[in-house]
C-alpha cells in the first residue's frame, strides 16, 4: 500500500497526463459506447469499469463527483472498487438477474464469497435460475472463476436460518446450505453433510449472521433471529461441522423489538459481540464471556447506538471485524445512500461504551438499494479489507455484486476521504 502523502504529486501527475481536467475540474471516464445494452462485459476493451458511465449509472449509481473520488482513492491505492458477478453475457441464464447476500471467507490468497440469486420477473421456477452461486478466487480478488450452484453440489438436506454464511475451520472454509459443506481444497471440491441440521429446533429457524466462527469454548458457531418471541435468537453450534445444535439467547436492555440477521464478532477473550438494524435503531449487543460459561446460557445486553431515521442510518445488515492496525473494532454499515465506516476500542466496549467513532463515509450513492456490506475479509498481506456488496436497483431491476477493497490504514484512509469529500463539496 503506498502511502498517502504522495497525493498532491499524484493529482497533479494525473492532471497533467490529461486523465483531470483541472479547468472543468471533471474526470474524463472511459467510453461507454459499448455498454448502451445489457451486453456482455468485454474486460479487453474496458480496463477501468468501475469509472465507465455504464457501470457507475447501472450498478453503482453515483455520480460524477463520487465517480472522480473513487478513482483517486484506487490511484494512490488506498481503495478500490471492481465487478465481481455482473447478471449480463453468456455466463449468466436468464434467471440471473438480481445477486444479492454475498458473504465470504479468504484462505491464504484464496476467497470464496457465496451469494444469493434471484429469478428473472415472470420465469418458472425450474429450480435453474435462483438460489446460491459459490464463485472462488486465487488470487485474492483479483480474478474470479464462473460461479457453480450450491444446489449441484448439495441438491438436499435440512436448512436452519435464511440466507448465507460461510467461514474457517481446521485450515478449511465450511459454507451453509441445505446442511452444510466443508472443501479441503480452497473450493475445488466440496464434502456436503446434508443432515447437519436434522436435530435444530423449528425456534431457530430466521434471519442468520454472515459468518460461522471457530469460538474459543463453544466450538463453530453461528447466530440467527428468529421470530418465535421478541428479545431472542439463538446460537447454533457444532464440534465439527457435520452435525449442529441450538440454544437460545437472552437479551436484556433497551432493544425494543426483536435482532434480525445479527452480524457478530468473536472476541479474543471468547466475548461475542453483535450488532444489527432492526428497522427502528442500529442496536448494539455484547455478551462477556466467563470460564465456565455455557453456550445455552449466553446472555446478550443490548443497547440503542442511534436511529435509523436520521441523516447517516443503517437498513441493512452491517459487518463487524477486528482491525488489526487500527487495534480497534470497526463496523461497516449501509443504506440506501452511504456506506459508512465507524470504529470503537475494544477496551472501551468491554468497560459499557456504546460511543463508536464516525470514521468516514466510503461511498456515497443515489440508489434505492441498500449495499449489504455484511461478510467481508481481511487480506493481511495486502493490508486490506474486502467488503463485498450489491449494487444496482430494486424489483424489477438487476443488482451485481461489487468488491470494495479499502486501506486497513482506517485513519489515513478516512482523514484522506474527509478532507476530499470538503473540497469537493460532496
Not at 449468466?92 to 484462505?107: D, E, I, Q, R, T
Not at 424489483?395 to 476530499?420: G, H, V
Request: glycine letters at 10%.
Amino acid at each position: 500500500m503506498r502511502p498517502l502523502i504522495i497525493i498532491p504529486v499524484l493529482i497533479l501527475c494525473l492532471s497533467m497526463a490529461g486523465l483531470i481536467s483541472c479547468a472543468e475540474d471533471e474526470l474524463l471516464l472511459p467510453s461507454d459506447s459499448t455498454y448502451m445494452g445489457l451486453y456482455p462485459i468485454d474486460p479487453v476493451s474496458e480496463t477501468n469499469l468501475a469509472f465507465s458511465d455504464y457501470m457507475a449509472n447501472r450498478y453503482l449509481k453515483i455520480g460524477s463527483q463520487e465517480n472522480r473520488l473513487l478513482f483517486m482513492a484506487d490511484s494512490i491505492g488506498s481503495m478500490q472498487v471492481a465487478e465481481v458477478l455482473v447478471p449480463e453475457g453468456e455466463d449468466f441464464k436468464s434467471g440471473s438477474y438480481n445477486f444479492g447476500w454475498p458473504v465470504a471467507a479468504m484462505n491464504g490468497s484464496s476467497i470464496i464469497v457465496s451469494t444469493q440469486r434471484k429469478l428473472l420477473p415472470g420465469q418458472a421456477d425450474d429450480k435453474s435460475g435462483k438460489g446460491q452461486l459459490l464463485i472462488t478466487s486465487d488470487d485474492a480478488g483479483e480474478t474470479w472463476s464462473k460461479p457453480v450452484e450450491v444446489q449441484n453440489l448439495q441438491p438436499y438436506g435440512y436448512r436452519v436460518g435464511d440466507l448465507s454464511c460461510i467461514g474457517n475451520f481446521e485450515g478449511n472454509i465450511i459454507q451453509k446450505g441445505n446442511g452444510t459443506m466443508i472443501t479441503e481444497d480452497k473450493g475445488a471440491n466440496w464434502k456436503p453433510f446434508p443432515r447437519a441440521f436434522k436435530y435444530v429446533t423449528q425456534e431457530a429457524y430466521g434471519p442468520n449472521g454472515p459468518r460461522i466462527h471457530n469460538h474459543p469454548a463453544f466450538g463453530l458457531i453461528f447466530v440467527t433471529g428468529t421470530s418465535a418471541s421478541i428479545g431472542t435468537g439463538s446460537v447454533i453450534r457444532s464440534d465439527n461441522g457435520v452435525l449442529w445444535e441450538d440454544s437460545d439467547w437472552g437479551i436484556e436492555g433497551d432493544d425494543p423489538v426483536n435482532c434480525p440477521g445479527p452480524s457478530s464478532l468473536v472476541l479474543e477473550d471468547g466475548s461475542i459481540l453483535m450488532v444489527s438494524s432492526n428497522g427502528l435503531q442500529m442496536v448494539q449487543y455484547l455478551y462477556k464471556y466467563k470460564a465456565g460459561d455455557t453456550y445455552d446460557g449466553i446472555l446478550f445486553t443490548a443497547d440503542i447506538l442511534f436511529d435509523i431515521s436520521t441523516s447517516l442510518s443503517a437498513n441493512d445488515v452491517p459487518d463487524l471485524i477486528y482491525n488489526p492496525v487500527s487495534g480497534k473494532i470497526e463496523m461497516m454499515e449501509s443504506n440506501p445512500g452511504a456506506l459508512i465506516l465507524w470504529s470503537i476500542d475494544p477496551k472501551d466496549l468491554m468497560e459499557g461504551s456504546i460511543d463508536w467513532e464516525l470514521e468516514t463515509v466510503l461511498m456515497k450513492r443515489t440508489g434505492i438499494s441498500s449495499m449489504h456490506p455484511a461478510g467481508s475479509v481481511v487480506d493481511l498481506d495486502k493490508q486490506l479489507q474486502h467488503i463485498f456488496l450489491y449494487m444496482g436497483g430494486e424489483y424489477p431491476d438487476r443488482n451485481c455484486i461489487y468488491k470494495l477493497s479499502r486501506s486497513l490504514d482506517t485513519k489515513s484512509l478516512a482523514s484522506w476521504i474527509n478532507e476530499q469529500r470538503i473540497q469537493m463539496g460532496i
